[in-house]
């Protein structure tokens, strides 16, 4: 009896099926840094971040979004403080222009931080609502998510930006179960898919902070960050990485590629400083702008 051989179908799995979760370590991040800059490129090649946040008993929250933007490369950078005696100027960093809040939204801004130190006052409100229909992408971090959650018509008017103009969530696992309506337990029992809820409800893209931070695109794609330690529980660091996120766009960035870019970072300045015994105990998020800002140029150096 003659048994005829068939040939084995040629099956190339990685082109069968292409994974919708990656790792986002060193060497993926490295690779989203931009080329480094001309001779003769000024501060308008580099965008302009505004800040809205700092309300009574806040600033610090809005100052360290700022710096954290200005030091991570962005052009120039507006604060609209929203403390009624609020500071005309930070003595710590002079560069940073502070304005009232209305005032900020007629500059021409490359991108919009709402959310440190906001608050949830209705002029918080009102200015948020302003920020949402800012023609500019929009990072959205603390009280702005908090806001968006217990108002459904801010929620509305947040799924209804452009796709144009990005917008970026960058919940902790609390500020993520009360914009999804669930526990906070269950956020943690399922990550990925909570952040996953997350940038298909609003149509933005996602970091759902925490251990190994879940970075999630409105497509379903996701990456895992490995950089970070417990150094990070502390407050002011998530008002630094959304300076920093804020401040990449503003370079030119895609929404996607800052957002891995500045996960990362943030995450790796930490490293660095517990690596030379600055924390993790007592790590604070003012330590983190300055070590971010060092391994993102000694990256661009390597670059030439």
């Given at each position: 009896m003659h048994t005829s051989h068939l040939?084995?179908?040629?099956?190339?799995?990685?082109?069968?099926?292409?994974?919708?979760?990656q790792v986002l370590d060193?060497?993926?991040?490295?690779?989203?840094?931009?080329?480094?800059?001309?001779?003769?490129?000024?501060?308008?090649?580099?965008?302009?971040?505004?800040?809205?946040?700092?309300?009574?008993?806040?600033?610090?929250?809005?100052?360290?979004?700022?710096?954290a933007a200005l030091?991570?490369?962005?052009?120039?950078?507006?604060?609209?403080?929203l403390a009624q005696h609020s500071?005309?100027?930070?003595?710590?960093?002079?560069?940073?222009?502070?304005?009232?809040?209305?005032?900020?939204?007629?500059?021409?801004?490359?991108?919009?931080?709402?959310?440190?130190?906001?608050?949830?006052?209705?002029?918080?409100?009102?200015?948020?609502?302003?920020?949402l229909e800012y023609a500019a992408p929009l990072?959205?971090?603390?009280d702005a998510l908090n806001l968006i959650a217990t108002y459904p018509e801010l929620a509305e008017i947040l799924?209804?930006?452009?796709?144009?103009?990005?917008?970026?969530?960058?919940?902790?696992?609390?500020?993520?179960?009360?914009?999804?309506?669930?526990?906070?337990?269950?956020?943690?029992?399922d990550r990925i898919a909570a952040a996953q809820s997350l940038a298909q409800q609003f149509n933005s893209y996602v970091v759902l902070k925490g251990a190994g931070s879940i970075c999630m695109m409105?497509?379903?794609?996701?990456?895992?960050?490995?950089?970070?330690?417990?150094g990070l529980a502390s407050a002011g660091t998530g008002d630094v990485l959304t300076g920093m996120i804020a401040a990449l766009i503003a370079q030119g960035?895609?929404?996607?590629?800052?957002?891995?870019?500045?996960?990362?970072?943030?995450g790796h300045a930490a490293d660095e400083l517990v690596k030379n015994g600055i924390g993790p105990i007592g790590l604070t998020a003012s330590e983190l702008i300055d070590a971010a800002r060092q391994w993102l140029n000694s990256k661009h150096e390597a670059n030439r």
């Open positions: 040939a084995a179908p040629n099956l190339d799995a990685p082109t069968l099926l292409q994974p919708r979760g060193e060497t993926y991040a490295t690779s989203l840094i931009p080329a480094p800059r001309s001779a003769d490129s000024h501060k308008g090649n580099y965008g302009s971040v505004g800040v809205l946040g700092g309300a009574d008993g806040m600033v610090g929250a809005a100052f360290l979004a700022a710096r030091k991570f490369g962005a052009g120039r950078v507006y604060v609209g403080l500071p005309t100027v930070d003595l710590q960093q002079p560069e940073l222009m502070l304005h009232s809040p209305n005032e900020l939204f007629k500059f021409n801004l490359s991108v919009l931080v709402a959310g440190p130190g906001l608050g949830n006052t209705p002029d918080a409100y009102f200015l948020l609502q302003r920020a990072v959205l971090d603390a799924q209804q930006r452009s796709d144009n103009y990005p917008t970026l969530l960058t919940p902790h696992p609390g500020e993520a179960a009360r914009s999804l309506g669930v526990s906070i337990s269950s956020v943690q029992d409105p497509s379903g794609e996701y990456l895992i960050n490995t950089s970070g330690n417990p960035l895609i929404a996607r590629d800052a957002l891995l870019l500045a996960v990362y970072a943030h």
